[in-house]
């Protein structure tokens, strides 16, 4: 397997051949994380959300975007952090993700959304294995940025596959 497989195939950082990748920034119960701008379709106001029963917790509402019906996950659960009610600042950012193989849309509740920046592979260290608050398989790297602060960068393909490979992500959160 070459080196990018196995990034790839381990859900790490997809980083470019200058060892940079362009994110979106954004909050999540005070904590700042990270996703690849090439996933984000659109940064929506808030909006109407439609609760689904009997869906996992982690999307268990929907929303009408731009005529489609699309899952609202909340990472807040996948994160065991507490849901927090929408403020002014809060975003819905709406991501194409690949899931068996299928591109999926999907909105992600944020608290705030910041910059789109690029990150460098130099600043990026793997989860530690010890003193982590959260699934350490649902993240693949932590990245100095600014002023000290550290952002996460989830593996949304992980957290995601748990919900259509049936596992119970849901059960473990609530």
């Avoid at 984000?40 to 019906?69: C, K, Q, S, W, Y």
Wanted: no cysteine.
């Amino acid at each position: 397997m070459q080196p990018d497989e196995t990034r790839q195939a381990t859900g790490l950082v997809p980083w470019n051949s200058d060892d940079q990748l362009e994110v979106l920034v954004f909050d999540l119960g005070g904590q700042s994380f990270a996703l690849e701008a090439v996933l984000v379709r659109e940064i929506l106001d808030t909006m109407p959300e439609t609760r689904v029963p009997g869906a996992p917790a982690l999307v268990g509402h929907v929303i009408n975007f731009r005529g489609r019906i699309i899952p609202l996950a909340d990472l807040h659960l996948a994160f065991g952090m507490p849901v927090s009610a929408a403020t002014k600042d809060s975003r819905i950012v709406v991501i194409e993700l690949d899931l068996d193989g299928e591109p999926t849309i999907i909105g992600l509740r944020t608290d705030k959304v910041h910059e789109v920046a690029t990150f460098a592979a130099a600043t990026s260290e793997d989860a530690p294995v010890v003193g982590l608050r959260w699934k350490r398989e649902h993240v693949r790297s932590l990245v100095r940025h600014g002023n000290d602060d550290i952002v996460v960068l989830p593996d949304l393909g992980a957290i995601f596959q748990s919900i259509t490979r049936g596992d119970a992500v849901a059960a473990s959160i609530h």
